[in-house]
């Protein structure tokens, strides 16, 4: 029995997660639910899984009656207390941004395994994370399908083998159409294929979230950027490939469903002997795949933040996720997110060597700085 630990459990990530787990309830014990403030459907988590801990980010008194017999966790300290519980075994990290950054990393001192959904935490602290990881011999397994797919391509693979790596990518609701000039938020987030939060289903329609999993692939798999590439396949059946020196292509197949990568994390290094859903080949049909523009933006900023890393990809995530927030809220146009991402980052005192307490500075100022070249004051 593996006990897990959900940070983000009512999100898109955490809610699948609980789908698998319920399907296997006798392998899996859910520990502890993380998450912001959607108590509603928290309450029923509760009732069907029982866990021991369940953090909430603000106090709630009248929530904690109904249930006696929990442990309630709150605040900053209280995400890193449930993420490092002596009796967990797997983490779940689905909180987007860099809220669990500080938890992941105490977990990983405590040996957790890290089943991580939350890519900002490898773009802004791939460099801190990863040697981190492997000092402390802790497996970090992407929940990501295109990562997902990747390290399970990879398996069995001598390093010197591997002429590339391919991150798939849907193109969004905006690929193959005539952008309209007044992009609003309910057409961004109209993703043809996955279902998701709101912030990844922006950055997908921007094409950043494909920058951000470029990034995410470099630190995982310990990649330059000319390794990585990116191909356009809108029927999103196959996840990401491994080119071999040969020639060789290994790539990985399944219906885009979020709970067989994450099926595939939590059984690790066993494989779950139920099929979520099988690909019919008699309706795909036809799988496309189209290269991309590597000159553009969204591709360039992945390849500086590699390059340069240091405060660069952080203030180019908390710029990104401040101004992606500003859309939604109808304060920035959609055409407006990458240059006023670019304008931010080219504002800012540049820092190779930066330590944790750095990250957080850059976040902090990268988001401050996004609003103030919008006039918003929040
Ligand atoms: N969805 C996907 O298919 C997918 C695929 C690959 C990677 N990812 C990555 O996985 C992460 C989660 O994505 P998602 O789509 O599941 O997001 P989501 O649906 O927006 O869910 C976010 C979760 O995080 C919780 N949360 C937000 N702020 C918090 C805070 N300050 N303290 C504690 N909990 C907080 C939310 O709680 P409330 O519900 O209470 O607000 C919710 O449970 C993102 O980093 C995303 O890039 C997602």
């Known amino acids: 029995m593996k006990n897990i630990v959900i940070l983000g459990s009512t999100g898109t990530i955490g809610q699948n997660t609980l789908e698998v787990v319920r399907r296997d309830s006798g392998n899996f014990c859910i520990l502890g639910l993380a998450c912001h403030f959607r108590r509603d459907i928290l309450f029923g988590q509760i009732k069907e899984f029982h866990p021991k801990y369940v953090y909430t980010e603000k106090e709630d008194s009248s929530f904690e009656h109904d249930f006696p017999d929990i442990t309630f966790l709150y605040g900053d300290d209280g995400l890193e207390v449930i993420a490092t519980l002596k009796e967990a075994d797997i983490i779940i990290c689905a909180i ?56 399970q391509a990879l398996e069995g693979v001598e390093r010197k083998d591997i002429a590339k790596v391919y991150l798939t990518a849907s193109g969004g609701p905006f690929y193959g159409t005539k952008m309209k000039k007044d992009v609003s938020p309910e057409d961004a987030l109209a993703h043809p294929v996955w279902k998701m939060g709101k912030k990844i289903t922006v950055d997908s329609a921007t094409m950043l979230n494909k920058s951000f999993e470029v990034i995410e692939a470099h630190h995982l798999f310990s990649l330059p950027t000319e390794k990585i590439d990116v191909l356009i396949h809108p029927e999103a059946v196959v996840h990401g490939m491994v080119e071999l020196v040969d020639g060789t292509i290994k790539g990985i197949l399944s219906v885009p469903d979020m709970k067989i990568p994450i099926s595939f994390v939590l059984h690790y290094p066993c494989r779950s002997d139920h099929c979520w859903q099988h690909i019919d080949f008699d309706k795909i049909g036809k799988l496309h795949f ?25 203030v180019f995530n908390s710029a990104n996720e401040e101004a992606v927030e500003l859309f939604l809220e109808g304060k920035v146009k959609f055409q407006e997110i990458i240059p006023l991402v670019k304008a931010v980052i080219g504002a800012h005192t540049y820092k190779r060597d930066i330590s944790l307490e750095d990250v957080f500075y850059f976040n902090n100022w ?12 929040k």
Not at 117 to 144: F, Q, S
Not at 291 to 300: H, K, T
Not at 366 to 377: D, I, M, N, S
């Open 290 to 314: 189209y290269p991309v523009e590597r000159d553009a933006d969204w591709f360039l900023l992945a390849q500086q933040a590699i390059e340069k890393k240091g405060s660069f990809p952080v």
């Open 96 to 151: 987007p941004g860099i809220k669990a950054l500080k938890s992941v990393i105490s977990a990983i001192k405590k040996k957790k395994t890290i089943c991580l959904a939350t890519k900002e935490i490898l773009v802004v602290a791939g460099d801190i994370i990863m040697p981190l990881a492997e000092r402390e011999g802790v497996k970090v397994l992407p929940v990501d399908s295109e990562h997902n797919a990747l390290f």
């Open 366 to 377: 990268a988001k401050e700085q996004t609003k103030e070249f919008v006039g918003v004051k």
